[in-house]
């Protein structure tokens, strides 16, 4: 019980709040049991009868609590228990969210649920096993970013890579037009254009430190070469999955089918599939750069047939990695 005892007229939204910490289909409350939580949470002692008026004014005002023989129950919250788990298990697999941020906004998460939802989701606990950033500024990055494009105004901010001492060290000062933010393979990232070349540029937003807006006023996208017509961040996404910043160009490769649905994950319907024999022939419009990372990764499902160049540099990334491997 609290040290001091709460007046009478706060018992309509302590109600309010112990149903939602404390009931749902499975936990109905009798109006004893309301009654014991309000004095033992709040030391509102309060009748049975005031227990019956609460509950019938907050349906009255549009909450959901359903009542029936075995009490009365927070029928409909925000989010139910399985969005909440999956939004958990987003926060859990973001690496761009620190650790401390992680448990905060599990935290939070877990909030909007009742005491049962808590006891059900194991794994909040495990946060610290999980690969994540530790730049701590992520968030408020995200906010002059924000500002920055409202107001249409450059920011400027140091640019950072991780060294062998798993640290992040400064790599370069920028001062950057932005445009949009985008999250790409479990990565925030910040779409803008670098204004000392004028062209568009990627740049995670957990790499980035002492940030701050700039008096310049911003660079609109439609002036940049290419991007007259502004930017279809659909296809955009699509046609970069490791994010490099050159031109995307028209590719073809043939695939096993068995990686059809890695295919649509990795390039949505910007792929076009076709039958050529027992294979699939993809076309895709991708950068050139982060097709050659991507079909490394899948080398023994794929093979690239155009552009030429591209073919032929993985040719020459074959005949390294043999004679790193098997001619020693």
């Known amino acids: ?14 109600i309010l709040q ?30 049975r009868k005031a227990v019956g008026r609460n509950l019938s004014l907050l349906k009255e005002a549009g909450f959901d609590i359903a009542s029936d023989r075995r009490g009365s129950y ?4 925000t989010f139910d228990d399985s969005e909440l788990r999956m939004l958990i298990d987003g926060v859990l697999a973001s690496r761009y969210i620190t650790v401390k941020h992680s448990k905060e906004l599990i935290e939070r998460l877990c909030s909007l649920s009742n005491k049962y939802f808590r006891s059900h989701v194991k794994n909040i606990w ?21 500002a920055a494009i409202e107001q249409g105004r450059q920011i400027a901010f140091c640019y950072n890579k991780y060294g062998a001492d798993k640290k992040l060290h400064k790599t370069s000062d920028q001062r950057v037009t932005p445009y949009q933010m ?6 925030y990232y910040l779409i803008a254009c670098n204004e000392k070349w004028k062209n ?63 295919i649509f994950d990795w390039f949505g319907e910007n792929a076009r599939f076709e039958q050529s024999g027992d294979r699939v022939k993809v076309s895709v419009k991708v950068s050139p750069m982060a097709m050659e990372y991507w079909a490394m990764q899948y080398l023994n499902f794929v093979e690239i047939l155009s552009p030429k160049t591209l073919r032929e540099r993985i040719a020459e990334n074959l005949k390294s990695a043999k004679e790193k491997y098997i001619n020693q």
């Not at 610290?128 to 995200?142: G, P």
Request: without cysteine.
């Open 1 to 14: 019980m609290k040290n001091s005892f709460e007046p009478t007229k706060l018992a309509l939204v302590r």
């Open 18 to 47: 112990i149903l939602e910490q404390y009931s749902d289909f499975d936990h109905p409350l009798k109006q004893q049991d309301i009654i014991d939580y309000l004095e033992k949470d709040y030391g509102i002692v309060i009748e």
């Open 74 to 77: 927070l029928a409909e919250r």
């Open 126 to 146: 495990s946060v610290n096993e999980w690969s994540k950033t530790d730049n701590q500024a992520l968030f408020y990055n995200i906010e002059i970013v924000d």
């Open 182 to 187: 985008i999250l790409r393979n479990q990565r």
């Open 200 to 262: 568009l540029g990627h740049y995670r937003l957990d790499r980035i430190t002492d940030i701050r807006l700039a008096d310049e006023p911003a660079t609109p996208l439609r002036s940049l070469p290419g991007h007259e017509n502004g930017i279809d961040y659909k296809e955009y996404a699509t046609s970069l999955p490791y994010m490099f910043t050159d031109k995307p160009e028209s590719v073809e490769f043939l695939a096993e089918p068995g990686i059809i649905d890695q």
